[in-house]
């Protein structure tokens, strides 16, 4: 039978059985953390923070490598609450090991050991570094050499004047633990200065070395050798539980090596272990036991290959696996307690009381984690700890134990102090896991030096009302429905009352509070959420209620979305090309932030566009960077968008419209071209600069121009913004000469940069003279040929860039009809679209960047009169052993048409295949057709006048469908004429057979 409570507190009926349960040992809330400080910070304030409840309130003590702190004779420190401040730290005296020790009337206890280290770095040494020189192909170490420090450092390189840092590839390696760069293999393109910076987050500063010059060497190309590792693992690594490991390889070689890793004892590599792009890094994150063990580099090429292995040692700081509760005994009882932790390599225990180390006596047993104390006396009341250590850590459990002079009894038998029965801090006796055999009267006795008092009370056993499905912590992403379950089993004579709360409010289900809705029956009272938000995460509690209980199941929901917008984007200075940013995170919305972008808006950028920064990754935890790459003298908003696993945020809002300094225009004009124009005149042309790479104010162009051969330049400026043209004039120029050109640019700054040179030349006059040898003849009915004799041509006749073909008929209603050039010394035009049967004529001319010179004289041409506008008629054809047969009657013309010269027949498969044609003078043909393929066949005349009208299209079928048809013709009715023109096809095509 399941009953009322799982334990029953017997509260004493009168004061004489009760101590003071206000009384409360020290608790520590906040405990020291480590402290890694920035030296350069030595003026500031170190916090130490301690914290502890209690009742009374503790007061606090403070420890520095295991002294006590005298606050009296150390002016610098001081108590702020219980936590420790040190003014103006100094490296000398205030670096070590500090503990805080919290005290109230029930006893001591010692806080967690807190180091505390100061972080720093020096500058570089400002002497010149030596060149390194090496061969194209030969693999090359850069020093980085870091200045003395204290605390983690990150490295990177510059190369040249580039503000981006070197990037990683399988060919390039910076290593941070050495600092130095590594180049596998050496090209050309890599020489140049390399500079190394330092980062110490925990000192806050960088530092940068001076640069390393690296020059190819002349003396020939290094030749191809294998791997040879230069960044290599220790060979044996500790790492710890739950830290994520690192493990570095590069080698020199060429080609380039491939680097790959693998487990000696050939288990696979752990499925969480991520790579860099070039291989060179292990990482394993989160290490546990399982993945310790010797592991391997292998660095190869076409060579040969090289390895490097080393080993990775799990160890794990102590953890409770077992601690040590508050404990209320009566006077002359045992007290039994035991801890236990867990750790590698093993902890050891040691036992303090009030903050003391705790030493054997005669009735007092330490062995590892156990403490037994026989007799208890009021003595031996007061706060205890268990302190569990190993070479890497201490960690302590607290617990107090009250002596009291208080006894039970259940009818006549005096309780003692079991599993299941114990005495409260305020003489209570608390029972566990009742049952009925424990109804019946129970007597609270106190006893001092005065007398005796006694009480009595009753205990009473019901079933008892037990959770069975309680909600459980939920993970869940914003815009999901969920179901919190409250299902219980309980008395049937007893009602059940569900009510849920939200952080500690509770939920009026019956107004129809908007996402939550209360499902099931009598003994369920689930909760459902729908269409869940973020405002929805914290704690669900859901109190089941009888007229004898209450019992409650609390379960945390956790609602993840897009992180909010980040703040207070501010622009901390702006340069001509950068701008500084500095942001604060938004809300991650219970999902780390990953990423932050950065965004920018201009008046001529569509919408927002992304942007370059430095560090080019914004991880979750930058909150500022610097914006590279942008146009001087224009207006920029910037924004900021962060991201997490759920998706992309909102942009903040953006920051204060700013514009870059202004700075001299780097953008030379392109496509300076030109040419033309009048005589005496030189016209230059360009594409003019867009606005956003003007750089800055009173902005034009610088047009430097020169006679090719001449070694003195002439320099002009156009103010204008929007120009893209110039014309320079001086009658000392001679027609058509060559003119070196360059166009610059310049503003309010200076002048910046030239465009390469163009050749431009000046204006020309017309063409003098006139083609000669002209002649037209006429092709078909609409169609002519005019040739003429090439003009040849100097600068003093007027440069000839082509001819135009002026062509017209003699009908007064029209004057010239048509006109069209050509190019070059092409000498010949055909004319097409003309009348039949009319006479054209035509004249030539020449024409440059001028104009066009004086015409040739005209000659004509009679046009061919029509085609013939009948089509072939009466075709008959017929098909044997894949030869096809046909025949057709001649075609007589009008007096207004072209002689019929000839037949075009027009075959093909099908009307989206290739035609093919056969021409005859005869009103017959013969064609070899495929056996199993169908034709389309249509025959039109051939005359001077050009082609004819076609026949109607006639489908020949193919063989294999002729085999049962008969003799197949064109038409039902076969003409006489028709049937002696196929007997002569089959007599001819009997004779080429013999």
């Known amino acids: 039978m399941r009953l009322l409570w799982k334990l029953v507190i017997l509260l004493p009926l009168i004061n004489t059985c009760a101590g003071d349960s206000r009384l409360s040992r020290p608790i520590f809330t906040q405990e020291p953390q480590d402290v890694i400080f920035p030296l350069e910070l030595s003026n500031s304030e170190i916090i130490l923070n301690c914290a502890a409840d209690g009742y009374p309130s503790p007061h606090y003590r403070w420890k520095q490598n295991g002294r006590d702190i005298d606050f009296t004779m150390s002016y610098h420190y001081r108590l702020d609450g219980g936590s420790l401040a040190i003014s103006s730290p100094q490296t000398d005296q205030d670096i070590g090991t500090y503990q805080c020790l919290a005290t109230n009337p029930l006893g001591t206890i010692l806080s967690r050991k807190a180091k505390l280290q100061f972080a720093y770095i020096e500058d570089f040494e400002t002497k010149t570094r030596s060149t390194v020189s090496v061969r194209e192909g030969q693999g090359v170490v850069l020093l980085c050499g870091p200045p003395p420090h204290f605390g983690d450092l990150s490295y990177a390189w510059t190369f040249n004047d580039n503000p981006l840092y070197v990037q990683e590839d399988n060919r390039r390696f910076v290593s941070q633990e050495t600092g130095n760069l590594y180049i596998a293999k050496v090209e050309p393109s890599d020489v140049g200065n390399y500079t190394c910076f330092i980062t110490n987050k925990e000192a806050q500063k960088s530092v940068q070395g001076p640069p390393t010059p690296l020059v190819q060497r002349t003396d020939g190309v290094m030749g191809e050798y294998e791997p040879k590792i230069e960044v290599r693992f220790p060979e044996t690594i500790q790492a710890a539980k739950g830290s994520s490991v690192k493990l570095e390889c590069f080698a020199l070689g060429n080609p380039v090596p491939d680097i790959s890793w693998r487990r000696l004892d050939g288990s696979p590599l752990p499925g969480k272990v991520k790579n860099s792009k070039s291989q060179a890094i292990l990482e394993i994150p989160n290490f546990q036991q399982e993945d310790e063990g010797f592991y391997e580099c292998i660095a190869g090429n076409l060579r040969g290959r090289n390895l490097a292995k080393g080993q990775l040692i799990f160890y794990a700081l102590p953890e409770w696996e077992q601690k040590i509760q508050n404990t209320y005994l009566s006077i002359y009882d045992s007290l039994l307690w035991e801890c236990k932790a867990r750790g590698k390599p093993n902890p050891w225990y040691t036992w303090l009381k009030n903050g003391e180390r705790l030493s054997p006596e005669e009735r007092i047993q330490i062995e590892n984690g156990t403490l037994i104390i026989t007799m208890l006396n009021?003595?031996?009341?007061?706060?205890?700890?268990?302190?569990?250590?190993?070479?890497?850590?201490?960690?302590?459990?607290?617990?107090?134990?009250?002596?009291?002079?208080?006894?039970?009894?259940?009818?006549?038998?005096?309780?003692?102090?079991?599993?299941?029965?114990?005495?409260?801090?305020?003489?209570?006796?608390?029972?566990?896991?009742?049952?009925?055999?424990?109804?019946?009267?129970?007597?609270?006795?106190?006893?001092?030096?005065?007398?005796?008092?006694?009480?009595?009370?009753?205990?009473?056993?019901?079933?008892?009302?037990?959770?069975?499905?309680?909600?459980?912590?939920?993970?869940?992403?914003?815009?999901?429905?969920?179901?919190?379950?409250?299902?219980?089993?309980?008395?049937?004579?007893?009602?059940?009352?569900?009510?849920?709360?939200?952080?500690?409010?509770?939920?009026?289900?019956?107004?129809?509070?908007?996402?939550?809705?209360?499902?099931?029956?009598?003994?369920?009272?689930?909760?459902?959420?729908?269409?869940?938000?973020?405002?929805?995460?914290?704690?669900?509690?859901?109190?089941?209620?009888?007229?004898?209980?209450?019992?409650?199941?609390?379960?945390?929901?956790?609602?993840?979305?897009?992180?909010?917008?980040?703040?207070?984007?501010?622009?901390?200075?702006?340069?001509?090309?950068?701008?500084?940013?500095?942001?604060?995170?938004?809300?991650?919305?219970?999902?780390?932030?990953?990423?932050?972008?950065?965004?920018?808006?201009?008046?001529?950028?569509?919408?927002w566009q992304a942007v370059s920064t430095v560090p080019e990754i914004l991880n979750g935890k930058t909150y500022n960077a610097t914006v590279v790459g942008l146009s001087p003298w224009v207006e920029y908003e910037f924004r900021v968008v962060a991201g997490n696993n759920i998706g992309i945020g909102e942009p903040s809002k953006p920051s204060e419209l700013l514009r870059t300094k202004a700075s001299v225009p780097v953008v030379a004009p392109t496509n300076i071209n030109g040419g033309g124009g009048s005589r005496s005149e030189l016209v230059i042309t360009w594409e003019s600069i867009p606005e956003e790479l003007q750089n800055g104010e009173e902005f034009g162009y610088i047009i430097m121009l020169r006679p090719v051969g001449s070694t003195t330049w002439i320099k002009e400026r156009v103010p204008s913004v929007e120009s893209s043209r110039f014309v320079y004039r001086n009658e000392s120029i001679i027609p058509l000469s060559p003119?070196?050109?360059?166009?610059?640019?310049?503003?309010?700054?200076?002048?910046?940069?030239?465009?390469?040179?163009?050749?431009?030349?000046?204006?020309?006059?017309?063409?003098?003279?006139?083609?000669?040898?002209?002649?037209?003849?006429?092709?078909?009915?609409?169609?002519?040929?005019?040739?003429?004799?090439?003009?040849?041509?100097?600068?003093?006749?007027?440069?000839?860039?082509?001819?135009?073909?002026?062509?017209?008929?003699?009908?007064?209603?029209?004057?010239?009809i048509g006109k069209t050039r050509v190019s070059g010394n092409v000498t010949t035009k055909n004319i097409t679209g003309l009348k039949a049967n009319t006479v054209y004529f035509a004249s030539v001319r020449a024409y440059n960047t001028a104009g066009t010179g004086p015409s040739s004289p005209p000659v004509n041409v009679t046009t061919k009169k029509s085609p013939p506008s009948q089509p072939p008629a009466n075709i008959a054809w017929k098909l044997t052993n894949s030869k096809l047969c046909l025949n057709w009657e001649h075609v007589k013309t009008m007096e207004n048409e072209s002689e019929v010269l000839g037949y075009k027949i027009l075959y093909r498969q099908n009307r989206q295949s290739k035609t093919h044609i056969l021409e005859t003078?005869?009103?017959?043909?013969?064609?070899?057709?495929?056996?199993?393929?169908?034709?389309?066949?249509?025959?039109?005349?051939?005359?001077?006048?050009?082609?004819?009208?076609?026949?109607?299209?006639?489908?020949?079928?193919?063989?294999?469908?002729?085999?049962?048809?008969?003799?197949?013709?064109?038409?039902?009715?076969?003409?006489?004429?028709?049937?002696?023109?196929?007997?002569?096809?089959?007599?001819?095509?009997?004779?080429?057979?013999?």
């Open 921 to 994: 003078n005869n009103t017959s043909a013969e064609l070899l057709v495929p056996f199993e393929e169908d034709y389309l066949i249509e025959i039109r005349t051939v005359s001077d006048g050009g082609d004819g009208s076609s026949s109607e299209e006639i489908r020949i079928p193919k063989m294999s469908s002729l085999s049962s048809r008969g003799f197949p013709v064109s038409e039902p009715r076969v003409h006489f004429l028709s049937v002696i023109m196929i007997f002569y096809c089959l007599l001819f095509s009997h004779l080429n057979n013999e």
């Open 739 to 816: 003119f070196e050109v360059k166009v610059g640019v310049y503003n309010k700054e200076g002048e910046g940069s030239l465009s390469t040179v163009s050749i431009v030349y000046s204006g020309e006059d017309e063409p003098q003279l006139a083609p000669r040898g002209t002649s037209v003849q006429s092709f078909s009915a609409s169609e002519m040929e005019v040739s003429w004799n090439a003009i040849a041509w100097n600068r003093n006749t007027g440069r000839v860039l082509g001819y135009e073909v002026l062509y017209w008929t003699d009908d007064s209603k029209e004057s010239m």
């Open 378 to 607: 009021l003595s031996d009341s007061g706060v205890y700890q268990c302190a569990a250590e190993n070479k890497y850590q201490i960690i302590y459990a607290n617990a107090e134990l009250r002596v009291l002079a208080i006894s039970w009894k259940r009818r006549a038998e005096s309780l003692k102090q079991s599993k299941r029965v114990s005495l409260l801090e305020d003489g209570s006796l608390k029972i566990y896991n009742v049952t009925r055999s424990d109804a019946g009267s129970y007597t609270c006795i106190a006893t001092n030096q005065f007398g005796v008092a006694r009480n009595t009370g009753s205990l009473v056993v019901k079933e008892r009302t037990i959770i069975t499905l309680p909600p459980s912590k939920m993970d869940v992403t914003v815009g999901e429905s969920i179901v919190l379950p409250c299902q219980v089993s309980h008395d049937p004579s007893i009602e059940v009352v569900f009510v849920w709360s939200f952080n500690g409010d509770v939920i009026d289900l019956k107004k129809g509070v908007a996402h939550f809705e209360r499902i099931g029956g009598e003994s369920v009272g689930d909760l459902m959420i729908r269409n869940i938000q973020l405002n929805h995460s914290g704690k669900y509690l859901c109190t089941v209620k009888t007229t004898l209980e209450s019992l409650s199941a609390a379960a945390d929901i956790i609602v993840r979305g897009p992180p909010g917008p980040p703040d207070d984007v501010r622009v901390e200075h702006i340069s001509s090309t950068t701008s500084q940013l500095s942001w604060r995170p938004g809300s991650d919305n219970n999902s780390p932030i990953q990423i932050f972008t950065v965004q920018a808006r201009t008046p001529f950028s569509v919408g």
